[in-house]
C-alpha cells in the first residue's frame, strides 16, 4: 500500500518563494540607503560596492568605502546595522564620541547589574596600551563585545561589529565636525 502526503500546492510554493524574493530585495535596498547614509555623514565623498564572497568580518549586503570608515551593511540584519571601521579620528573628536556614545547607552539599571562605567576606553587609557587594541565593551562579559579602539600616529581607530547605522551616522558626524 503506497501512502501519498500532500504536499504545498505549486501556487503557495510560488507565492512563498515571491515573499521571500521580495523581502531579500527590501533588506538589500535599506542597507544601500543606510550606506548612502554613511556617506553623506562624512561628506558625501564615497562608493557602494556589492561583496565578494567572504569579504568582509561577516555576510554582508554591501560595503561602503569612505575617506574616514569602511562598513560592511550586515546581512544579519534588515540593513540597519553595520561592522563599521572608523579610522584616522582626533584625540579631540574620540573624546566627544566616547561621551555621546556613554550618554547615549547610560545605564539606568540596579547597583548588581553587569554594564561598566566606562565602556569606552579613556584616551588616557588609548595612549598607554602602545597601539594595542582596547575593548569596546558595555557588560563585564567576553561574548558582549562590543568593538575596539586603539591608537595610531597620534590618532584613534575605532572598530564596532554590529552597530545601529543611526549609531555610526552620528559617529561619524562627531568626528567630522571635530577633525
Not at 89 to 107: G, L, S, V
Not at 123 to 129: G, M, P, V
Amino acid at each position: 500500500m503506497r501512502i501519498t502526503v500532500p504536499t504545498m500546492s505549486e501556487t503557495s510554493s510560488t507565492s512563498l518563494t515571491l515573499a521571500v524574493e521580495t523581502a531579500r530585495a527590501a533588506a538589500r535596498t535599506a542597507a544601500h540607503i543606510a550606506g548612502l547614509i554613511l556617506i553623506e555623514a562624512d561628506g558625501g565623498g564615497g562608493s557602494i560596492h556589492t561583496p565578494r564572497r567572504g569579504e568582509g568580518p561577516a555576510e554582508s549586503w554591501c560595503i561602503v568605502f569612505s575617506t574616514h570608515f569602511k562598513a560592511y551593511l550586515l546581512a544579519d540584519w534588515h540593513g540597519e546595522r553595520a561592522h563599521v571601521e572608523l579610522t584616522g579620528i582626533t584625540p579631540a573628536a574620540y573624546e566627544q564620541m566616547r561621551t555621546w556614545a556613554e550618554d547615549r547607552d547610560a545605564c539606568y539599571h540596579d547597583e548588581d547589574c553587569e554594564c561598566l562605567d566606562d565602556p569606552w576606553p579613556t584616551l588616557d587609557f588609548l595612549t598607554q596600551s602602545d597601539g594595542e587594541e582596547c575593548r569596546i565593551d558595555y557588560r563585564d562579559d567576553r561574548e558582549d563585545q562590543r568593538g575596539t579602539a586603539r591608537t595610531a600616529f597620534g590618532r584613534i581607530n575605532v572598530t564596532l561589529y554590529e552597530e545601529l547605522v543611526c549609531v555610526v551616522d552620528t559617529l561619524i558626524r562627531i568626528a567630522r565636525a571635530a577633525a
